[in-house]
């Protein structure tokens, strides 16, 4: 890895604090958006466009250069070539084509070149974000080379008729809210911010959001505490520990439940901050309710409230990780209709998305399982349908529905967690040891007895009770 500026204080303090070096960097430079922000509200607010994006640029490099050192100059790169591809062949399908293969490629081969297990951090942490942006900046310029009666709505609402600037994309890419960690947002949403269109409506200058970037700020500080303290309690090595190994099998479901839980928490902690900073600086604006109050939510990434309220593992993911989830949605799985099954575009798409993250086989295993996961989950749902057990039990005053969440919410939390054993782990020496001292429960389970439980035995029998319901009701209308 590049050697970094030399700052002997964030070194000290990351031993202090317990965390690694680049992490430590990392979240100091996420904190440093709210400064960045207030500079630019008070300085570059309404002033002429490529004033904002090359104020967006230096900023961000100079924060990049603080993490990654020189190889922060990997992102400029890519940005430059893709400029070069979009002016020369403008929003043509071979654009989309070559712009998807030079971004991808330009991660894996980041990922390929990286000891990602000695360092946390790494110039692929951005490069990760940016390669979404970028794609996603081909296949609007794409949609907007098409006639508008071919588009859907959601199209329409990204969809350039120009190529950008340099200055524009590197503005777009850099912006200090965002190029670290995320949210993914649109490239109109970026130019209507800098072009004024989110200003307070009454003053004209900054939006009124201060307050409410100031209380995800709090409570994204709240999630990265919560994450350290339970990080010296319950770490990732425990898993592989000789104590870990010597507890039952139920008590090893219950602390890779908790653990699983309890390691999310960095990961919202980390986008409530980023989401407070592009709050502070307006981008997020998203129109308002239906009391006339401001929405701040154009950019949220994570949902915490319904991310803490989730019993099952389908609410889970709508809650977290959000516009990464819309972009997959968007770009990926909805591009690949013409497939004609839903099933092999959804795991197309989980395939990509463990692409993106990495090439280590942790990732595959993880969405792999979450495959299965939300699979047993929909066929769950069609099983007990017809039977009723769930709607009779949760008629039962008071704790009818609270007992029917606890189990679901333990389930979820208990499948989600034992899938991000690879997901945090890696590789495949490393969780396959975690798996084998729960006797690969998920796996034989979800993957191997569940499908052939439904196929062979449910399937069948859901249709054979649905036939005599739909025959009766056949003969009525008649």
């Known amino acids: 890895m590049e050697e970094l500026p030399d700052l002997g204080y964030v070194e000290r303090l990351a031993a202090t604090l317990g965390a690694s070096e680049s992490a430590l960097r990392l979240l100091i430079s996420l904190f440093a958006g709210y400064p960045l922000a207030v500079i630019h509200r008070l300085v570059f607010y309404g002033q002429a466009p490529n004033v904002q994006h090359l104020f967006f640029t230096l900023a961000s490099l100079a924060i990049g250069y603080f993490n990654?050192?020189?190889?922060?100059?990997?992102?400029?790169?890519?940005?430059?070539?893709?400029?070069?591809?979009?002016?020369?062949?403008?929003?043509?399908?071979?654009?989309?084509?070559?712009?998807?293969?030079l971004n991808v490629m330009y991660l894996l081969v980041g990922y390929y070149s990286v000891d990602t297990f000695n360092v946390t951090v790494c110039w692929t942490t951005p490069q990760c974000v940016l390669t979404l942006r970028l794609t996603a900046l081909a296949f609007n310029l794409y949609d907007g080379s098409k006639n508008e009666d071919e588009l859907s709505a959601e199209q329409k609402e990204t969809a350039l008729k120009d190529v950008p600037s340099l200055l524009e994309m590197t503005g777009f890419s850099y912006f200090f809210?965002?190029?670290?960690?995320?949210?993914?947002?649109?490239?109109?949403?970026?130019?209507?911010?800098v072009n004024g269109a989110y200003s307070d409506s009454i003053t004209g200058g900054p939006p009124r959001s201060v307050m409410?970037?100031?209380?995800?700020?709090?409570?994204?500080?709240?999630?990265?505490?919560?994450?350290?303290?339970?990080?010296?309690?319950?770490?990732?090595?425990?898993?592989?520990?000789?104590?870990?190994?010597?507890?039952?099998?139920?008590?090893?479901?219950?602390?890779?439940?908790?653990?699983?839980?309890?390691?999310?928490?960095?990961?919202?902690?980390?986008?409530?901050?980023?989401?407070?900073?592009?709050?502070?600086a307006g981008l997020t604006y998203n129109g308002r309710d239906e009391n006339g109050n401001c929405l701040w939510n154009g950019c949220a990434n994570i949902h915490a409230v319904e991310f803490e309220k989730a019993s099952t593992c389908q609410e889970y993911i709508q809650a977290f990780n959000v516009n990464t989830n819309k972009w997959m949605a968007k770009y990926i799985f909805k591009r690949l209709k013409w497939l004609g099954n839903r099933h092999i575009s959804q795991f197309?798409?989980?395939?990509?998305?463990?692409?993106?993250?990495?090439?280590?086989?942790?990732?595959?295993?993880?969405?792999?399982?979450?495959?299965?996961?939300?699979?047993?989950?929909?066929?769950?749902?069609?099983?007990?349908?017809?039977?009723g057990l769930i709607h009779k039990f949760r008629s039962i005053p008071a704790l009818g529905p609270s007992i029917i969440w606890?189990?679901?919410?333990?389930?979820?939390?208990?499948?989600?967690?034992?899938?991000?054993?690879?997901?945090?782990?890696?590789?495949?020496?490393?969780?396959?040891?975690?798996?084998?001292?729960?006797?690969?429960?998920?796996?034989?389970?979800?993957?191997?007895?569940?499908?052939?439980?439904?196929?062979?035995?449910?399937?069948?029998?859901?249709?054979?009770?649905?036939?005599?319901?739909?025959?009766?009701?056949?003969?009525?209308?008649?």
């Not at 792999?368 to 047993?376: D, G, I, M, S």
Request: some cysteine; glycine content about 6%.
């Open 212 to 280: 409410p970037a100031l209380q995800r700020l709090m409570a994204g500080v709240l999630y990265t505490l919560v994450y350290q303290v339970s990080d010296l309690i319950i770490p990732d090595s425990f898993l592989l520990s000789q104590s870990f190994a010597d507890m039952t099998i139920i008590t090893k479901c219950l602390v890779i439940t908790l653990w699983g839980k309890l390691m999310l928490s960095k990961y919202v902690g980390c986008w409530l901050i980023t989401e407070g900073v592009c709050i502070m």
């Open 68 to 101: 990654f050192g020189w190889e922060i100059a990997h992102s400029f790169i890519n940005i430059v070539l893709c400029h070069v591809l979009m002016r020369s062949l403008g929003g043509s399908l071979l654009c989309i084509v070559l712009a998807f293969t």
């Open 406 to 478: 606890l189990v679901k919410k333990l389930y979820a939390q208990f499948a989600l967690s034992y899938a991000l054993v690879s997901f945090s782990l890696f590789n495949y020496d490393r969780y396959l040891k975690v798996y084998a001292e729960v006797y690969y429960v998920g796996h034989l389970f979800l993957v191997l007895l569940w499908p052939l439980l439904f196929a062979l035995v449910l399937s069948p029998m859901i249709r054979k009770s649905s036939k005599p319901r739909d025959t009766k009701e056949a003969k009525k209308t008649e």
């Open 348 to 387: 197309a798409t989980l395939f990509f998305l463990a692409l993106w993250h990495g090439l280590h086989s942790g990732y595959y295993n993880n969405f792999a399982l979450e495959f299965f996961v939300v699979k047993f989950e929909r066929d769950m749902a069609l099983v007990l349908a017809p039977v």
């Open 177 to 193: 809210g965002a190029f670290l960690t995320g949210p993914q947002f649109s490239f109109k949403r970026y130019m209507n911010f």
